[in-house]
C-alpha cells in the first residue's frame, strides 16, 4: 500500500525532501503551490543537488482548496512561519483523523499553535540541517549538508514517526529519530538566530563574509551563548562543544545566504517570530533579557514590516 504524501508549501526544502521521498517505490508526493502553481504542474520541479541531479513530477499539484477528495497519511508542511497564515483554511481540507502533520520548519515554539488548532491529529516535529535555495520557480538548488532530525512532539517516538523516519532512512538522507525532538529545534536555532538576521543587517553577507570578519564572528558567539542559556532554562541544554562545532562547520561550507536574506531581497516576508520573536518571548518568561538578540530583533522587525509594504 502506497503512503500519500501532500507537501504543503513548494520552496526548496518542500520541495527537495518531497522529491527525494516520491523517488521511493511505495510513496506518492503530491504539492499544494501559490505562487509557481502553473510552473509546476506544467514543467515539474528539477533539483540540482552533490547527490545527484533528478526531476520531481509530482502526483498531484494542487491550489489552495483544490483537491478535497484526496487523502493523504503525512501533510509535510515546509511553508515559512509567518503569524498572519490561516492554517486552519490551508490545512483542513487535506486533513482525516488519522492524518499526521509533519512540522518541517524553522523556528522555535511553532507547534503549540499547531496542536491547538488540530488536536485529534498528531504532530510529528522536524528540522532540516541543509543549505538548499529556491533559484527560480521549479528550480531548487541543494549547495550542502541535508540531514534531518524528526520526533514526535512533545517527545517520544509513535508507529507513524517511525514509519515516516523509516522513508527518509531508504533514501540518501540520513535521519534521525530523536526521542526529544524540542532538543533538537534549540539545537537547530542556535544556528539560526545568528545568521539569518545577521545576514539581512550586515547588508547581504553570507556565511563565510559574517565568519571572516572577527567583529561579526564574535556577535555570532554571543547570540549562539543567548540561545543556549535558555535552551537549558528549558531543559535541553546545548553540548558545550556545540558553539565551536558550528562555527568550525559553518566556515568550511560552501559559502551561503541565509533563507532569510533570500526572502528579505526578494521583499517577501521574513520568519522574524519564529525565530527571534518566539525565543524573547521564552526568555522572558524566565526573566532574562538577551541583549544582542533583542537589538536584532528589534532591527529587524522594523526592516520586515517596511520590507513587505513595500
Known amino acids: 500500500m502506497n503512503i500519500k ?18 523517488r521511493l517505490d511505495n510513496c506518492n508526493v503530491s504539492v499544494l503551490c501559490r505562487s509557481d502553481y502553473s510552473h509546476i504542474r506544467q514543467y515539474g520541479i528539477d533539483i540540482k543537488s552533490p ?27 515546509s511553508h515559512k512561519v509567518l503569524p498572519d497564515i490561516d492554517l486552519t483554511g490551508l490545512y483542513s481540507p487535506y486533513l482525516k483523523k488519522e492524518t499526521a502533520l509533519f512540522l518541517l520548519q524553522n523556528g522555535i515554539g511553532i507547534e503549540k499553535k499547531v496542536q491547538e488548532l488540530f488536536s485529534e491529529n498528531e504532530i510529528i516535529s522536524g528540522l532540516a540541517f541543509t543549505c538548499i535555495n529556491r533559484i527560480k520557480p521549479g528550480l531548487i538548488h541543494h549547495i550542502d549538508y541535508g ?8 517527545h517520544g517516538k509513535t508507529k507513524s514517526s517511525k514509519r515516516l523516519a523509516g522513508l527518509f532512512q531508504k533514501t540518501k538522507v540520513p535521519c534521525e529519530l530523536s526521542e526529544d525532538i524540542l532538543f533538537s529545534r534549540w539545537k537547530k536555532l542556535v544556528w539560526n538566530a545568528p ?13 563565510r563574509e559574517i565568519l571572516k570578519d572577527p567583529v561579526s564572528r564574535q556577535l555570532v558567539r554571543e547570540i549562539m551563548e543567548e540561545v543556549c542559556l535558555i535552551a537549558e532554562k528549558e531543559g535541553h541544554r546545548q553540548a558545550n562543544e ?6 568550525d562547520m559553518t566556515l568550511k561550507m560552501e559559502p551561503y545566504k541565509t533563507s532569510m536574506l533570500l526572502d528579505y531581497e526578494s521583499n517577501r516576508e521574513m520568519e522574524v ?33 517596511k520590507n513587505i509594504a513595500n
Do not use: C
Open 273 to 305: 517570530e519564529a525565530i527571534l520573536g518566539n525565543l524573547l518571548d521564552i526568555a522572558r518568561q524566565h526573566n532574562q533579557k538577551l541583549p544582542h538578540s533583542f537589538s536584532l530583533y528589534t532591527l529587524l522587525r522594523a526592516l520586515n514590516k
Open 242 to 247: 556545540l558553539i565551536d562545532n558550528y562555527l
Open 147 to 154: 540531514h534531518i532530525n524528526i520526533g514526535s512532539y512533545p
Open 195 to 207: 545568521f539569518n538576521p545577521i545576514s539581512v543587517l550586515s547588508g547581504g553577507m553570507n556565511t
Open 51 to 77: 547527490w545527484g541531479d533528478f526531476h520531481f513530477q509530482p502526483e498531484h499539484v494542487l491550489q489552495e482548496g483544490e483537491g478535497k477528495h484526496l487523502s493523504f497519511d503525512y501533510l509535510l508542511i
Open 5 to 22: 504524501i501532500l507537501v504543503i508549501g513548494s520552496g526548496a526544502v518542500g520541495s527537495f525532501y518531497g522529491g527525494i521521498l516520491n
